[in-house]
């Protein structure tokens, strides 16, 4: 998981109030607390507006003052310049109803995520930035965001996660004849590349009307003019983009030419790095910086011996400690041994990894697919077997080995790949249009200015 709300420290000076000395605090202290009730009586209480109502729910001012905030110090800690404020107060509310929304959606189907599975995230986020939890609790307080908020944050990550992996990417389906003529496409030279790209997504509903067409035309001509005039990408992707991480600058990293869309890859081998691209794909009119091209060469493997594995993790936390973790752990193994359980229902309920919503399916690991020391153990394990708690740097897991093979790997390999590739390919539409009729099904009104242009 990236961490995409830990942000620089800065100076604090809060403790400095307790340098007071003694002696006069207590001499002080009647006055003061005189003045202080004085003060507080006569202030202006500020008051809590409504930002957005979002079905039965609401945003408020202060929510959205805050969420502001913090998407502009992570826009500074990427030096990525500020878009106008009314732009990212207007991008940032549609974020945050969008959230709403999916939050709403998961709670409604009964998808939950508990203390443990949120405690586990944020270890996990801690470690991945070699921190320890309160080490992370306290970045973030000196930034002034708030533990509280920083959890809910990450809670409502988790359930989008859950629920666009059970709404979206467990019905996307890959049949074996577009893999096919996927591997016959990518036979031809050049079809390894990987392009560093950056990317502008300007979209219109479902079903649009032309009106609702020619405005978001308008909004990618003027996002385009300005990128092609060298505005900075990374603010007009914070100001003009609908997608994730639009307040990442629209970076999309680096991405191998075979989980792009064929028209795309072809457009992309027309140019080079630092052109800018624009393009219409579906229900969207995106704007693309080429950044990088690379060959990352060809990688081959012969008789290859697979275990199809699957898996339930929990991860240590401030809450639930590690003998806890392990005490769980063997609880659920002993239910399984002893047939009182279902391995796939258990993982869904208990598990903190991703897996958990396919039953905590790893499918066909090969060699090298896993940490060392996580391969080994499962070396040891006979098909069928379920393992003891086993510590990995992931957490502790109870595996169950379901089958093994060897074959020859090129061949096989390549179609998992495909199969991966084909799925990110679907995944980047299927997800935008399963949040546009999200958005269209929901009832929502906005109480803010819309930005000026």
Request: charged content about 30%; glycine content about 6%.
């Amino acid at each position: 998981m990236k961490l995409t709300h830990l942000y620089a420290v800065c100076a604090c000076a809060l403790l400095s109030l307790g340098a007071v000395n003694a002696d006069n605090a207590y001499a002080q202290k009647a006055p003061a607390k005189k003045e202080a009730a004085a003060a507080h009586k006569n202030a202006p209480v500020p008051v809590d507006r409504i930002a957005a109502v979002v079905n039965h729910d609401v945003i408020t001012e202060i929510q959205l003052q805050q969420r502001i905030h913090q998407v502009a110090t992570n826009l500074r800690r990427r030096n990525i310049p500020l878009p106008p404020m009314d732009n990212l107060r207007d991008q940032t509310l549609d974020r945050m109803i969008l959230e709403r929304i999916i939050e709403q959606k998961a709670r409604d189907t009964g998808i939950r995520i508990d203390d443990n599975m949120l405690n586990g995230a944020i270890e996990q986020i801690a470690t991945n930035n070699g921190l320890t939890v309160p080490q992370l609790e306290k970045k973030l307080a000196a930034d002034g965001i708030s533990v509280p908020s920083f959890k809910s944050e990450i809670r409502s990550e988790l359930l989008t996660q859950r629920l666009r992996e059970r709404d979206v990417d467990d019905k996307i389906q890959i049949p074996e004849s577009e893999i096919d003529q996927y591997l016959k496409d990518q036979s031809g030279p050049g079809k390894r590349m990987e392009y560093r790209l950056s990317r502008i997504v300007i979209s219109f509903p479902e079903n649009p009307t032309k009106a609702e067409v020619e405005a978001a035309q308008r909004t990618a001509s003027r996002a385009l003019e300005q990128a092609q005039r060298g505005a900075d990408f990374s603010q007009l992707a914070a100001k003009y983009s609908v997608t994730p991480e639009a307040m990442e600058g629209g970076v999309m990293g680096w991405v191998p030419a075979g989980k792009l869309p064929p028209f795309v890859v072809q457009a992309l081998q027309n140019h080079k790095a630092g052109d800018i691209i624009p393009l219409q794909a579906g229900n969207s009119f995106q704007i693309l910086k080429l950044t990088g091209v690379r060959d990352p060469g060809e990688q081959a493997q012969q008789g290859v011996r697979q275990t199809h594995v699957r898996h339930i993790m929990m991860r240590p936390s401030n809450v639930t400690p590690e003998k806890v973790v392990i005490q769980r752990l063997n609880e659920i193994k002993s239910r399984l041994d002893k047939g009182d359980g279902d391995f796939q229902t258990l993982a869904r309920l208990h598990s903190a990894d991703p897996s958990g919503t396919r039953g905590g399916d790893l499918g066909w690991l090969y060699p090298g697919d896993v940490p060392p020391e996580m391969e080994q153990q499962l070396d040891k394990l006979s098909v069928g077997e379920i393992s003891e708690p086993i510590r990995t740097p992931y957490g502790w897991h109870i595996f169950q080995v379901l089958d093994r093979r060897t074959k020859s790997g090129i061949n096989e390999r390549q179609r998992e790949q495909a199969r991966e590739a084909l799925r990110e390919q679907k995944l980047g539409d299927a997800v935008l249009d399963w949040e546009r009729r999200l958005r269209s099904e929901a009832y929502v009104e906005k109480r803010i200015n819309k930005p000026t242009e």
